[in-house]
């Protein structure tokens, strides 16, 4: 029976940092929790959705919608107003990762939204049932945020919890519960020029743990049970591997 929550951050087509980060992972004792933004930027995002599903499917672990599953979802079903969006933000790289091709190919956003709908159908329903918020007796975890203006976090738009920032960071967390997140890497939290190798934790009980992996920083995996931080893994090719949090 798991005991305690194993949180990762945004993976970002970072494959082989994730591989890495799960054998850190007590699959006896630790829900498995992936923050969402699986895909996008990195060099394996084909990988990355493959091995969650999996998870996902035989192992019991959750993984929370991000904005860019949200956003390859929208361009699947409307590639024609949807793609520019979805390129500016890193989707060629989990287009052409699913198509097998260079990442920096050519994309023919009509065609290859057909093609991945045709080959990915699976995986993509899958994806579609994301859930946009995971709550336990101590934790709300969420890919971006809170709307923490509302009697009931929980009403926060699903559009809002994958693309929330400054209202959300700023705000006062009266929940009752910590808020574990991820989308904004944290050295823009920290307000700090380089990647560190540590979470954003606030008095109020958020903690932010999107390291940056895709630009260099880290993949975070965070185990959690009800009094708190218990350990911080850290993967990367730079920075150290583990940082332990007392409590």
Known sequence: MSNQLFAIGDVHGKYHLLQDLLQKWDKTTQQLVFIGDLIDRGED???CLELVCRLVRE????CLMGNHEWMFLRYLDDPTERYDHYQRNGGDTTINSLLERDLGA??????DAQTIKERFADVIEQVRKFPYLYETDAYFIVHAGLDLSL???R?????????LRQPFHEGQNQTGKRIVFGHTPTKY???????LDQIWITED??????????YGGVLHGVVLDESG?????????TLSDEAIIEV
Do not use: C
């Open 45 to 47: 995002s084909k990988s």
């Open 59 to 62: 192992e019991g672990a959750v």
């Open 106 to 111: 050519e994309v023919d956003p009509m065609a």
């Open 151 to 153: 009697p009931d976090v």
């Open 155 to 163: 009403e926060t738009a699903d559009y809002d919890k994958v693309w």
């Open 189 to 195: 939290l920290f307000d700090r020029q380089a990647y």
């Open 205 to 214: 009980g958020k903690l932010g743990i999107d390291g940056g992996a895709v």
């Open 229 to 237: 931080v218990v350990r911080v893994h850290n993967v990367s090719a």
